[in-house]
């Protein structure tokens, strides 16, 4: 017997939505970069004209993470509650039809699938592994609860974002630099033209403005690849065993009003259902129903022969299981791992203590705290950071703050009127701050941090050689870096006339522009630390900027 | 007893082994290294553009004062002679004004884009088959291009605006005093005429910058260094660049904090433009907006020793003009 027609209607639609959400997310991504155009004018802002962070705004897991450590909804995240909505009518989904990362697992797990027939079958039932993800939602709402958005690592679309937007896009534009640079270095001019153009035309719809660079990208590469190739080993190992934001929705589908009944008198164990099932939640004849588990991508329908399953609206609940069945104590005890993750980390010495002096985060942070009640690490603000500025930090701010957003200004400094990163970031981290602020026009500018010399590396100080790249380079006006005329006789005997460069810590916005361009190439003579950052009240150098007045 | 393999499976297997170690020995010799650190060789011939038209029966330099810079460009190129003189029909030109910062035009670190879009109409007008308009920025590309008003601009008026991009760098050897082997942007490069389109400024360690130092624009590469040996460096990239035109901006002058410069109050509005086939020249007089003399400019001495052109304004023929 065939399937009903909008069953097989359905199934295609599914496939379409899959393919077009997946197409739109990689655009999106492809585009949190500013490219400039020739229609903006001098005065207009620069601003992205696309909401590149539209994904990341209807993520439940994100707003529902970001509401209990900060217990606001943050601006976009109000969208979330779309997908709440859609969960409360038709169940996961998300997970079945929008989830780019699960559209990639679905891809990987079907193209020439490793298992066939009876180990498929097996493969797809439920297993007892699959209530780990709900675990670790409990233990990442607990840390959320403590004041800390560390679940963002396990968040799929912070994963996608971070490890496509970080590393794969990258090196997609490395391989493609290399392979045409071989082309250019032929010498042969016809040859060299076609390569350009080919580059150029690539630049337009694939590859980005110039190559960014990642610290430590390849951590993030490494597990990204591991994830995707489980699908080999477990058909949507991911889904099924680690996302949180699959368990949330999961544990909401329970009042779903669609869902499946199914006839077990009519089935013959045929377990064609099975063999397509992409949640693993035992769409079989003779079980319960997993719905928490299922996806909705109505394959198991689609391939019934018997007229066992049926999805409706208003289903009767005799044959499912709307609930994972967890261990109550389990619960309790992750819980409680979960909260303790906080004190854990932060009696280490991040934090309080220690604070590390290269934590320089992005304009706009707010106050550390509260930056790790808001940070997932979703990875926006450093795709779109023009100078390739920010980077996803290591261990720089103690494990709690693994793969958060840092300015490492020898790879790139912050452009003084860019405000690029504030308006990605979809949980306020990162606030929304204009040019007039960022850059203080009529208040006092935001100061990343305070810029010092080394002056035994600095060739005018330690070498009596003429230089001041970073005064050249400072942006501030006046300029935070002044020079100190002085002549000095060299070795040979020469008079030299110089200019010794100095911070005046009070000018200083921590942009990190003279560490950047200072031409001792492998430490430089200039460096940026994160005292003086404006977010902090605390990290002060200067007691006229010293005040008890605020909470603290 | 066992069995044998056939006498034509033994050949085959032998003449299989033979070739493996045949090509073995062939990769082993000739892809031998052995070893030391040589260094690489300099190679390339010396290279110098020169885009250079014939001086003779026309001006060499003409100063506009008190006009829109519209007017400004549009009666110094008339008083040298009109741009027919410089662009000939089916020209491929270029156009190298100052986009090194993410300024906006006020503040007077970039090129006027005014300036910059007149420069490209009259090129048009000329006959030029194709005008590009480029730089390689200090500050990112895209966000100078954009905030100058420069991408806007010319593009309104026809031209191809190119922002830099890595593989347009080409190691080339320039053979100057400090710069010898350069990745050099070649976009600015490949023309048939090249307009040189900086504007004044002040720069706390050169002084005074404008034509000659507009030239860095044209490198890749660690540009940082080059400060070590500023003016040697500026004489080696404007021996280099030989341009058919030069314009110098002066409409805003920045006169201190430069090159960036930041705030209004860093400019002084001047409202004066300067063209000039000579590029020493345009530089031994546009020094004097800033309160400099050619005397305070090592570079120009340089550049005046290697014959690239004069700060002797009395052996020009010049003339000033009053636009308003």
């Not at chain 1, 009519?266 to 949640?279: A, E, I, S, W």
């Not at chain 1, 979960?338 to 309080?352: E, Q, Y």
């Not at chain 1, 981290?429 to 600095?458: H, S, V, W």
Request: glycine share 8%.
């Amino acid at each position: 017997m065939k399937p009903r027609p909008v069953i097989r209607t359905l199934v295609w639609l599914r496939r379409l939505v899959q393919g077009t959400c997946l197409v739109l997310f990689l655009f999106l991504l492809y585009r949190t970069e500013f490219r400039g155009t020739f229609g903006a004018g001098a005065n207009e802002p620069v601003r992205l004209p696309y909401p590149v962070e539209a994904f990341l705004q209807a993520d439940p897991f994100v707003a529902v993470m970001t509401f209990l450590s900060t217990h606001t909804i943050y601006r976009g995240l109000a969208w979330s509650i779309a997908i709440l909505a859609l969960t409360l009518v038709f169940g996961r989904v998300f997970c079945g039809w929008i989830c780019p990362f699960g559209t990639l697992h679905h891809v990987t797990a079907w193209i020439r699938p490793k298992s066939k027939g009876l180990q498929r079958v097996k493969a797809n039932l439920t297993k007892g592994w699959q209530r780990l993800k709900y675990y670790l939602l409990v233990v990442f709402l607990a840390a959320a609860v403590t004041g800390s958005a560390i679940g963002g690592i396990f968040d799929p679309i912070c994963v996608m974002v971070r490890a496509v937007g970080l590393t794969v896009m990258p090196a997609v534009n490395y391989v493609a630099d290399r392979a045409l640079g071989r082309i250019d270095a032929s010498n042969v001019r016809t040859l060299q033209q076609a390569a350009d153009g080919v580059h150029g035309a690539l630049q337009e719809v694939l590859l980005p403005y110039r190559q960014y660079n990642f610290h430590e990208g390849w951590l993030i590469a490494v597990l990204f690849v591991a994830i995707v190739l489980m699908n080999r080993v477990i058909p949507r190992f991911w889904c099924r065993a680690l996302c949180p934001l699959g368990a949330l929705l999961g544990w909401l589908s329970r009042f779903a009003l669609f869902g499946m009944e199914k006839d077990h008198s009519k089935c013959t164990d045929c377990n064609l259902c099975l063999v397509h099932c992409q949640g693993a939640d035992s769409p079989q004849g003779g079980v319960k129903w997993r719905q928490d588990e299922c996806h909705v991508c109505f394959n198991c329908e689609a391939a019934c022969p018997e007229k066992v399953i049926e999805f409706r609206f208003f289903p009767s609940r005799k044959s499912q299981l709307d609930s994972a069945e967890l261990d109550r104590r389990k619960v309790l005890a992750t819980a409680a791992a979960g909260a303790a993750l906080l004190p854990v980390t932060r009696v280490a010495d991040s934090l309080d203590v220690n604070y590390h002096d290269r934590l320089i985060r992005p304009p706009g942070a707010v106050e550390e705290r509260s930056f790790l009640e808001r940070c997932i690490r979703c990875a926006e603000c450093m795709k779109v950071c023009p100078t390739n500025a920010l980077h996803p930090a290591l261990f720089e701010g103690g494990i709690e703050a693994l793969w958060t957003p840092i300015l490492i200004p020898r790879i790139g400094y912050c452009e003084p009127s860019c405000v690029l990163c504030g308006q990605v970031c979809p949980t306020g981290a990162i606030q929304k701050i204009d040019e007039r602020q960022k850059l203080g026009i009529g208040q006092p500018p935001i100061r990343l941090g305070t810029a010092f010399y080394d002056q035994g590396r600095c060739l005018p100080w330690a070498m009596d050689i003429p230089c001041i790249v970073c005064e050249e380079f400072c942006p501030t006006s006046p300029k935070a870096i002044w020079v100190e005329p002085v002549d000095r006789t060299n070795r040979e005997g020469q008079r030299v006339h110089l200019q010794r460069p100095r911070v005046d810590p009070d000018l200083c916005i921590g942009c990190g522009a003279c560490e950047k361009v200072c031409p001792v190439q492998d430490r430089p003579a200039v460096y940026v630390t994160t005292v003086g950052e404006t977010r902090s009240k605390t990290n002060v150098i200067l007691l006229e900027n010293t005040s008890y007045t605020s909470a603290e | 007893m066992s069995e044998g393999i056939s006498r034509r499976e033994a050949i085959v297997r032998t003449a299989k082994a033979a070739g493996g170690l045949l090509a073995a020995s062939a990769v082993g010799t000739l892809a031998f290294d052995r070893g030391g650190l040589d260094v690489e060789r300099r190679t390339g011939k010396r290279v110098v553009r020169d885009f250079g038209v014939p001086r003779e029966g026309n001006l060499d330099l003409v100063v506009a004062r008190h006009g829109e810079p519209e007017a400004l460009v549009r009666k110094a190129i008339e008083a040298m002679g009109g741009m027919r003189r410089f662009v000939s029909r089916g020209d491929k030109v270029v156009i190298k004004p100052n986009i090194g910062w993410d300024r906006i035009p006020l503040q007077a670190a970039n090129t006027n884009p005014v300036v910059v879009a007149t420069l490209v109409e009259l090129c048009f007008d000329a006959g030029a088959a194709r005008v590009t308009v480029t730089d390689a920025s200090c500050n990112d590309p895209r966000r100078c291009f954009q905030r100058s008003g420069i991408w806007r601009a010319a593009h309104a008026r026809g031209a191809t605006v190119v922002l830099p991009v890595e593989r347009a760098f080409r190691k080339m050897r320039l053979g100057g005093e400090v710069l010898d082997e350069w990745p050099v942007y070649t976009t600015l490069i490949e023309a048939d005429k090249v307009i040189n389109a900086p504007i004044a400024k002040h720069h706390n360690l050169a002084g005074y910058t404008a034509a000659m130092k507009n030239w860095y624009g044209c490198l890749g590469g660690r540009r940082n260094r080059l400060h070590q040996s500023i003016d040697v460096s500026v004489a080696d990239l404007a021996t280099f660049m030989r341009p058919t035109l030069t314009v110098v901006d002066a409409v805003r002058v920045l006169v201190r904090n430069g090159p960036q410069g930041g705030s209004l109050d860093d400019t002084r509005r001047m409202d004066t433009l300067i063209a000039s086939v000579d590029q020493v020249a345009a530089d031994a007089l546009g020094c004097t907006l800033i309160g400099r003399t050619k005397d305070d400019l090592p570079y120009l001495r340089l550049a005046e020793g290697r014959g690239i052109g004069t700060t002797d304004l009395t052996r020009l023929r010049m003339r000033e003009i009053e636009v308003a």
